[in-house]
DNA sequence: ATAGTGACTGGAA
DNA sequence: CTTCCAGCCACTA
């Protein structure tokens, strides 16, 4: 299973309207610093596929998108729908909506997985 | 084996 | 509260 597989398998695990930042995923996996690398095989993800892509954001509780003004669109109203709340300054109250799943919880469900 | 590429991040200025 | 910068990590060619 391989970095990347991992993260997909965490992120389908994210419950509808709630968010998981970049970071946050990395730590789950057990890579401290793999943000980037979470961002990297996110970005590889299809937009229509079966990768809820759309609920992971930044530490800042904000989308980040980078020439990719479409998906960036997409993932805001998506957020929306699920009833995630964005304040004036495009910025999702990261207290309210982080998921927070017990560590447990997330090995469990990797090794399922395998 | 190696260099280039980011949906990142935390701390410094 | 803002840029800015340097690590960091997996993936690809």
Request: glycine share 8%.
């Amino acid at each position: 299973m391989t970095f990347n597989q991992q993260v997909y398998a965490l992120v389908r695990a994210i419950p509808v309207g709630r968010v998981l930042t970049y970071g946050a995923l990395a730590r789950l996996l057990g890579v401290p610093r793999g943000a980037r690398a979470v961002g990297w095989a996110l970005r590889a993800t299809e937009p229509d596929g079966d990768v809820p892509w759309h609920r992971v954001i930044n530490a800042q509780g904000a989308i980040v998108v980078k020439d990719r003004l479409h998906e960036a669109h997409v993932q805001r109203e998506r957020l929306i729908a699920e009833g995630v709340i964005f304040d004036v300054h495009e910025h999702v109250d990261l207290e309210r909506f982080r998921w927070q799943p017990a560590e447990f919880e997330a090995r469990a469900l990797l090794e399922n997985l395998i």
